[in-house]
């Protein structure tokens, strides 16, 4: 079946349509230079990008896959969590070409679909798998028995997410929003050992009541307190240095938390998926030290990572093939919606 995906949670536009596990297009609009200079995403203005650029791209990814409307078999759409007038953008659009069209439609979870985005890259994933989602407002470590229907929570972040933290640190530095690419490039220049910063939620005591949890604000005070003293002293900020140290914070206890959940669960299958998950050291750490539990690491190339219809087309591709119903077409936009449901 040819799926096609709308995604508008935040300050992406995008279209994606699949056919199975194969991509065929991936539109993408951005409205993140308009956000730039507020140093984070204005609600208002993300709607109104959405409005503009949602049939300019639909057009754009039909074109791209060399196919029409009435060639799609079914419409996915995230349905939620994200920006509430942002989300009624694509779920409004994608009922109105539904009912054009005469196709099924099916709300889902824009969370699901950054671990779903991973099959297009990879084929079927492994079930059970353990997913590290971490994007830029959300982290959790999921248990992944059946993409289709459920996820299994097992700890999430108590406070920042870890994206937030990246691009947190990232405007402490000057450097531009969204900061994480910013780091990741900064560095790459950096010693990772320079700056010793806190591993939240590591010490013993704190590992009895949150294993599998996370915490990324004392990190984040931990390093604007070290470029604090820096300033007051007069010295220059060794920016590469800082990035690199705190990049190194950030992904030792991903992965460090996410293998533990592997080795505790026997579990031989870790997909990182979400916005984060774009990170170079992420990504070779992981694959580094799952390599020597003999643990498979899988995280789609970076383009997929971030915010795109291809994902929300992956998971109504995985719905469909699942034999998961579609939903009513009065659907709602979900700015909460959980993380344990996949569909609506
Ligand atoms: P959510 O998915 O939780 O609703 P979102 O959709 O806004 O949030 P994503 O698009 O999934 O977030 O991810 C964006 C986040 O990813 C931002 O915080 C950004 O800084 C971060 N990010 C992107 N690339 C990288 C990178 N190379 N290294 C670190 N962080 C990155
Ligand atoms: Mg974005
Ligand atoms: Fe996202």
Same mark, same amino acid.
Request: charged share 20%; glycine share 10%.
């Given at each position: 079946?040819?799926?096609?995906?709308?995604?508008?949670?935040?300050?992406?536009?995008?279209?994606?349509?699949?056919?199975?596990?194969?991509?065929?297009?991936?539109?993408?609009?951005?409205?993140?230079?308009?956000?730039?200079?507020?140093?984070?995403?204005?609600?208002?203005?993300?709607?109104?990008?959405?409005?503009?650029?949602?049939?300019?791209?639909?057009?754009?990814?039909?074109?791209?896959?060399?196919?029409?409307?009435?060639?799609?078999?079914?419409?996915?759409?995230?349905?939620?969590?994200?920006?509430?007038?942002?989300?009624?953008?694509?779920?409004?659009?994608?009922?109105?070409?539904?009912?054009?069209?005469?196709?099924?439609?099916?709300?889902?979870?824009?969370?699901?679909?950054?671990?779903?985005?991973?099959?297009?890259?990879?084929?079927?994933?492994?079930?059970?798998?353990?997913?590290?989602?971490?994007?830029?407002?959300?982290?959790?470590?999921?248990?992944?028995?059946?993409?289709?229907?459920?996820?299994?929570?097992?700890?999430?972040?108590?406070?920042?997410?870890?994206?937030?933290?990246?691009?947190?640190?990232?405007?402490?530095?000057?450097?531009?929003?969204?900061?994480?690419?910013?780091?990741?490039?900064?560095?790459?220049?950096?010693?990772?050992?320079?700056?010793?910063?806190?591993?939240?939620?590591?010490?013993?005591?704190?590992?009895?009541?949150?294993?599998?949890?996370?915490?990324?604000?004392?990190?984040?005070?931990?390093?604007?307190?070290?470029?604090?003293?820096?300033?007051?002293?007069?010295?220059?900020?060794?920016? #590469?240095? +800082? =990035? @690199?140290?705190?990049?190194?914070? /950030?992904?030792?206890?991903?992965?460090?938390?996410? %293998? &533990?959940?592997?080795?505790?669960?026997?579990?031989?299958?870790?997909?990182?998926?979400?916005?984060?998950?774009?990170?170079?050291?992420?990504?070779?750490?992981?694959?580094?030290?799952?390599?020597?539990?003999?643990?498979?690491?899988?995280?789609?190339?970076?383009?997929?990572?971030?915010?795109?219809? #291809?994902? +929300? =087309? @992956?998971?109504?591709?995985?719905? /469909?093939?699942?034999?998961?119903?579609?939903?009513? %077409? &009065?659907?709602?936009?979900?700015?909460?919606?959980?993380?344990?449901?996949?569909?609506?």
């Amino acid at each position: 079946p040819l799926i096609l995906g709308i995604e508008t949670s935040c300050d992406e536009t995008g279209v994606g349509i699949v056919r199975g596990h194969t991509l065929l297009a991936d539109a993408l609009a951005s409205s993140v230079e308009q956000h730039a200079r507020f140093g984070g995403v204005v609600p208002e203005v993300a709607s109104r990008a959405h409005l503009e650029a949602i049939v300019p791209t639909m057009d754009r990814a039909l074109k791209e896959a060399g196919v029409t409307l009435a060639d799609i078999d079914a419409i996915a759409v995230t349905s939620g969590p994200g920006l509430a007038g942002a989300l009624l953008v694509g779920v409004a659009a994608a009922k109105g070409y539904a009912l054009a069209a005469e196709k099924p439609v099916y709300g889902v979870n824009h969370l699901a679909a950054h671990v779903a985005v991973d099959t297009l890259e990879h084929g079927p994933l492994p079930e059970p798998a353990i997913a590290l989602l971490v994007s830029g407002g959300h982290s959790s470590l999921l248990l992944v028995d059946d993409l289709a229907r459920g996820v299994t929570p097992l700890g999430a972040t108590i406070d920042d997410a870890a994206g937030e933290a990246f691009d947190k640190v990232a405007r402490l530095l000057g450097l531009p929003f969204p900061g994480g690419p910013y780091i990741d490039r900064e560095a790459r220049a950096g010693d990772p050992s320079a700056i010793g910063f806190p591993r939240g939620l590591t010490a013993p005591k704190d590992l009895a009541a949150h294993r599998y949890d996370f915490s990324f604000s004392g990190l984040k005070t931990a390093v604007a307190r070290w470029v604090e003293a820096r300033q007051r002293a007069g010295e220059p900020v060794p920016v #590469a240095d +800082v =990035a @690199a140290s705190f990049q190194e914070a /950030v992904c030792d206890v991903l992965v460090r938390k996410a %293998l &533990d959940a592997c080795r505790s669960t026997g579990v031989e299958t870790l997909v990182i998926g979400g916005g984060v998950a774009a990170n170079s050291r992420l990504r070779a750490m992981a694959e580094d030290r799952a390599a020597a539990h003999g643990i498979r690491v899988r995280v789609p190339r970076p383009g997929l990572c971030t915010d795109n219809g #291809a994902m +929300v =087309a @992956a998971l109504g591709s995985h719905l /469909v093939a699942s034999g998961v119903a579609p939903s009513r %077409l &009065d659907l709602p936009a979900d700015s909460a919606m959980p993380l344990t449901t996949v569909s609506v």
